[in-house]
């Protein structure tokens, strides 16, 4: 796992999340599920995916063919309030049987982060919810959790 700052310029965290997740969906086609989630810390887009991550080469491999190491990847994009980050968490592994153990871990994790009051109530008045939905007690599944 790891976690990312990095600078954007925005004013509706909702909107930040609705614009990451279409563009992840465009350029990801439907090898990518993305979706906005209303969470604790405010609206968050999520993406999960799997990628071919590396190659092995055939010299290092047991079968002594070249082989290909697909790694599962679920990416969280928190716009902070305020408007002057986005907090990305990325998660990898290429162990996907144990996929629903991990995921849940991180989905956990991610309902754990909070924002300071102040910068909470600076971004509730700038929330788009129209692309939110919300990811727990919604009664419906979800891959996100």
């Given at each position: 796992?790891?976690?990312?700052?990095?600078?954007?310029?925005?004013?509706?965290?909702?909107?930040?999340?609705?614009?990451?997740?279409?563009?992840?969906?465009?350029?990801?086609?439907?090898?990518?599920?993305?979706?906005?989630?209303?969470?604790?810390?405010?609206?968050?887009?999520?993406?999960?995916?799997?990628?071919?991550?590396?190659?092995?080469?055939?010299?290092?491999?047991?079968?002594?063919?070249?082989?290909?190491?697909?790694?599962?990847?679920?990416?969280?994009?928190?716009?902070?309030?305020?408007?002057?980050?986005?907090?990305?968490v990325t998660f990898n592994t290429p162990n996907t049987h144990h996929w629903e153990e991990y995921c849940?871990?991180?989905?956990?994790?991610?309902?754990?982060?909070?924002?300071?009051?102040?910068?909470?109530?600076?971004?509730?008045?700038?929330?788009?919810?129209?692309?939110?939905?919300?990811?727990?007690?919604?009664?419906?599944?979800?891959?996100?959790?």
């Open positions: 796992m790891t976690v990312a700052v990095h600078p954007l310029t925005y004013t509706y965290p909702g909107l930040a999340a609705a614009g990451i997740v279409r563009i992840s969906s465009e350029r990801g086609g439907d090898d990518v599920a993305a979706e906005v989630l209303d969470l604790p810390c405010g609206p968050v887009a999520v993406t999960l995916q799997q990628i071919l991550a590396m190659n092995i080469p055939a010299e290092f491999a047991v079968s002594g063919q070249d082989t290909p190491v697909e790694v599962a990847q679920l990416q969280a994009h928190i716009p902070a309030p305020r408007g002057a980050e986005l907090i990305t849940s871990i991180i989905v956990d994790f991610l309902h754990s982060i909070r924002f300071s009051s102040a910068d909470a109530d600076a971004s509730a008045a700038s929330l788009s919810t129209a692309a939110v939905k919300p990811s727990r007690d919604s009664g419906a599944a979800s891959a996100f959790g």
